[in-house]
């Protein structure tokens, strides 16, 4: 069974790639087209657009991101494949509604995560490995009950998922429903925790961002994601316009532009968050 590390950006999948070498890590790219949001490093832009088959412009996640997996691959002396479908722009003109307008994702409708990270990881496998895969996940020994969650979606211990497998005469993309992957954890099973992660990544050559997934993260409470505006303004920005422009809102009763502009009583600091804060993609 070909065995798959699914690489996030953050310290603990990346933990997983160097302590579990598998025969593939993948990472799946948030990117946008907007220029307001590029990438600073021209020649950096181009090593990405290459690696992924589109131009690289910009990622709604930190910029910090893309040194982590160039510096990640350079560290375990192993390819990562990276992969990016659509933009976050062309996922959201996906979704419209039936006056004809767009909508945004939230918390009861993630198809930002479906459709930028889940999707074109499994199609990747579907279309470069003998399915099911096994893919390692990257929680941790206090995080059971997440695993516990994964294992009990799938069916006699393989998940399904629905895979593009072809095109119908009229063009329109053939779908089918196949065994996809057996999840592992091999933290979990080996007892591993933040502080373990943390200390091993002291003083090696891997640069992380802040926090990994989207700046602008609905899972992010408000006053993370302030937080986050100051931090990375210009993507953070990016979310804002997103809601002036759709007219809608990723999280329920507050806007984004609402928390930029919102006056915090205390000045915040890097140690007053943690991961717990940061929302996750859920793969």
């Given at each position: 069974m070909t065995t798959i590390n699914s690489i996030s950006g953050g310290k603990t999948s990346a933990y997983i790639a160097k302590h579990y070498p598998a025969d593939y890590n993948i990472f799946s790219l948030v990117r946008t087209n907007d220029k307001e949001v590029m990438f600073p490093d021209a020649k950096i832009r181009q090593i990405v657009s290459d690696r992924i088959g589109h131009e690289f412009i910009g990622t709604?996640?930190?910029?910090?991101?893309?040194?982590?997996?160039?510096?990640?691959?350079?560290?375990?002396?192993?390819?990562?494949?990276?992969?990016?479908?659509?933009?976050?722009e062309e996922v959201i003109q996906q979704y419209k509604m039936k006056d004809g307008s767009f909508y945004l994702p939230n918390k009861m409708n993630r198809f930002c995560t479906v459709d930028m990270k889940v999707k074109p990881i499994a199609q990747w496998c579907y279309d470069n490995t003998d399915l099911p895969v096994e893919m390692r996940i990257g929680f941790r020994a206090?995080?059971?009950?997440?695993?516990?969650?994964?294992?009990?979606?799938?069916?006699?211990?393989?998940?399904?998922?629905?895979?593009?497998?072809?095109?119908?005469?009229?063009?329109?993309n053939k779908w089918k429903e196949l065994d996809y992957r057996v999840v592992r954890f091999p933290l979990i099973k080996d007892g591993i925790f933040k502080d373990t992660?943390?200390?091993?990544?002291?003083?090696?050559?891997?640069?992380?961002?802040?926090?990994?997934?989207?700046?602008?993260?609905?899972?992010?409470?408000?006053?993370?994601?302030?937080?986050?505006?100051?931090?990375?303004?210009?993507?953070?920005?990016?979310?804002?316009?997103?809601?002036?422009?759709?007219?809608?809102?990723?999280?329920?009763?507050?806007t984004y532009d609402r928390i930029k502009n919102h006056r915090t009583q205390l000045e915040l600091f890097d140690s007053d968050f943690n991961e717990c804060d940061s929302g996750y993609c859920g793969l």
């Open positions: 709604l996640e930190q910029d910090e991101i893309i040194y982590t997996i160039l510096d990640l691959e350079q560290y375990i002396g192993q390819e990562v494949v990276w992969l990016s479908d659509k933009t976050f206090n995080e059971m009950r997440r695993a516990k969650n994964m294992i009990e979606r799938a069916e006699n211990g393989v998940e399904k998922f629905k895979f593009r497998v072809g095109k119908h005469k009229n063009g329109n992660i943390e200390e091993f990544w002291k003083g090696k050559p891997v640069r992380f961002a802040y926090m990994n997934n989207c700046v602008g993260c609905f899972h992010r409470s408000e006053i993370f994601l302030k937080h986050m505006s100051e931090k990375a303004s210009k993507q953070f920005e990016w979310f804002a316009k997103q809601e002036r422009n759709v007219k809608g809102t990723f999280k329920t009763g507050v």
